[in-house]
């Protein structure tokens, strides 16, 4: 079995009495977009801040291609790219310059591989312009280059989508993805976006408070006990959800919007058409009904997703 390239293994930050990340376990595999979600407060970018080695870990450890990001730092960030929070750039530098500059600072990095990312990110019609002139989505888009420049095997991001337009958000979302699937590079992403991160991810881990809720791959979010939830159009849904409960238990029916709703299998709901097509009532039509993201968030949570 690969050895992920992230692991995380109860890792803690305490600061005072005060129990900022208590004690997250998650591996990120090789080439997956790993979402990172949570509310604003949770505790993402202490644990992101814990990853880099921007701040102590209390407890714990960060392992990165298996070297320990607190006792051999630099062999572990070698293979990250990061931006936490917003990316930094001299702004009356062109884009070009802002790459240029970065890479004095590592040794290897040839003009070659500078304009390799920038047409990664699809910055090549504006890289010579000065950062001022750039929109938002252009400066994250050339942070991402900057942060891919040494061809590091994980890329961080924290809150990236923060102040795009949703085309912008769109953009990133599909730079992210391209990176994963033609670099095999791992990213792990944070947000509070719950729609863009059923769009960007393949797994999500999510956070309330400091501790994990839990980690899952987000098909499942789609293809779990929410999608045997079913919704028939019937002329007399509450007369319709009384028979139901009386000719056979389990299916939980009820009467929500005007429709009849329940729960059960494909089978299940095939033979109650059938029931109520023999009792009298008119079905109009069928279709599953299955929670977003942000529902069954709330229900895990059992609080409001956006702090």
């Not at 102590?56 to 291609?65: N, R, Y």
């Not at 930094?88 to 310059?97: H, P, Q, R, V, W």
């Not at 109520?276 to 942000?294: A, N």
Request: include cysteine.
């Amino acid at each position: 079995m690969t050895t992920p390239i992230v692991q995380l293994r109860n890792v803690t930050k305490r600061i005072g009495s005060k129990t900022i990340v208590d004690g997250l376990t998650f591996d990120v595999p090789k080439g997956e977009v790993f979402g990172f979600l949570g509310p604003n407060g949770a505790g993402k970018t202490t644990t992101i801040r814990m990853m880099v080695g921007l701040i102590s870990i209390t407890a714990g450890e960060v392992l990165i291609h298996g070297k320990n990001i607190a006792t051999e730092f630099e062999q572990a960030i070698r293979h990250v790219g990061a931006i936490v929070e917003n990316p930094e750039m001299y702004k009356f530098l062109s884009g070009y310059d802002n790459l240029k500059h970065y890479a004095r600072m590592i040794p290897g990095i040839t003009p070659a591989r500078i304009q390799e990312v920038v047409d990664l990110v699809g910055l090549q019609n504006r890289i010579d312009d000065k950062v001022k002139t750039y929109s938002l989505g252009m400066r994250q888009r050339l942070g991402v280059a900057q942060a891919l420049l040494h061809r590091p095997s994980l890329l961080i991001l924290d809150e990236p989508t923060n102040g795009l337009d949703p085309a912008g958000i769109r953009e990133l979302r599909d730079y992210l993805r391209r990176l994963t699937r033609e670099e095999g590079i791992s990213v792990v992403v944070s947000s509070h976006l719950l729609s863009e991160m059923e769009l960007m991810c393949d797994r999500v881990a999510i956070i309330q408070n400091g501790k994990l809720i839990d980690v899952r791959p987000i098909r499942e979010f789609g293809s779990q006990a929410a999608a045997s939830i079913t919704a028939l159009e019937v002329n007399e849904p509450a007369e319709a959800a009384e028979a139901v409960a009386a000719w056979q238990a389990g299916l939980n029916p009820a009467a929500v919007d005007g429709l009849l709703q329940v729960t059960g299998e494909r089978e299940q709901i095939a033979e109650l058409n059938a029931f109520l097509v023999q009792s009298g009532f008119k079905v109009y039509g069928i279709r599953s009904v299955t929670k977003s993201l942000e529902d069954q968030f709330l229900e895990m949570t059992g609080s409001d997703p956006i702090g």
